[in-house]
């Protein structure tokens, strides 16, 4: 499993992850707040081969979170983003 970039991280409403899969799988993302806190998880299932998903993160308030991605308990990649 790779997990490219987060596009764009200045976000707004939405943004997409690259994903690229060797099989289908669940991926599960926990975004935390300045304050280490779970501000939101989601959920996606993804087949094999490579995908954009669509992050809808609208509801969090502006500030700065760190996405972090899951295959299953296995960690795979953080990435630090700006909500404007």
Known sequence: MFIG????THITHSSTLSVL???NTRIIM????GEGKIAKTLTSFVDAGKQDLALNLSDLQNGVYILNAFCGDVFLKSFKFIKQ
């Open 30 to 33: 926990k975004v935390l707040d």
């Open 5 to 8: 970039g987060l596009q764009p």
């Open 21 to 23: 899969a060797d099989k």
